[in-house]
């Protein structure tokens, strides 16, 4: 127990030393407060799925509330994992993309969609996925 | 659009096909179910860095709130994610362990790990983590 209680108020130490952090300067830790919640990695997996719209996020099977939906845009927004564009005037639709920092979540995406399909019997598995993207992106050629 | 609209309303066709799921049956959305907080997390990376007790947890710079850390011990148990261990009668003492599947959550957490490091300035980087680990399991092997 000595040996592990070693490295571990070591890394508590370190992990205290900068004090600009809410929690602490663990990279885990920086990088729940701004994605551990149930929502903002389903808005980020309907991004990755080619949605763009608020109503297409809406239409999403889990059904996320309207409030909801638009804080999670807006501190998405904020961290600079997406960006907007305006598509329509009056009344006001914006469009939304990942950006590059978006974009690299999809490990952290695809880790956990490999351990849920796993563990959790009945969930749809990578692979089905990978086929209907496959299938958008070889539609998406036909029409170019 | 319609491109889109028809394999995103695929998608949401498919994950809505099995209703025993709270939500869908995303892979994504039944792993945030379990795993999705600012917490959970926090307590599996102890575990991968060799805190087993309670008090271990509680611990970490991030001051996990003790009725949090009891009621994420016991969604972890019931999802098998770890285990317990009595290891004192009086008063009862627990040391807690991941389970394969908790084990499994390894690449999940350095995704999360490599992302916050990445876009986060300040946070600790995988590789003084990896540091940590490699200097606490040679003193382990230099004990036995």
Chains 1, 2 share one sequence.
Do not use: H
């Not at 997996?45 to 608020?54: E, H, I, M, P």
């Amino acid at each position: 127990m000595q040996v592990i209680n070693f490295v571990t108020d070591w890394y508590n130490q370190i992990m205290k030393t900068d004090k600009k952090f809410k929690r602490s300067a663990c990279a885990v830790a920086n990088t729940l407060d701004i994605l551990g919640d149930k929502w903002t990695l389903l808005v980020i997996r309907d991004l990755f799925l080619g949605k763009k719209t608020y109503s297409e996020f809406q239409k999403s099977p889990e059904k996320i509330p309207t409030n909801i939906l638009a804080e999670r845009l807006k501190r998405l927004l904020s961290a600079d994992i997406i960006s907007k564009q305006s598509y329509q005037q009056n009344p006001p639709r914006y469009a939304y993309q990942l950006t590059q920092k978006g974009e690299d979540l999809a490990p952290l995406l695809k880790a956990m969609l490999i351990w849920g399909n796993q563990y959790i019997p009945g969930t749809i598995s990578l692979q089905r996925i990978e086929k209907i993207i496959a299938r958008r992106q070889a539609q998406q050629r036909n029409r170019q």
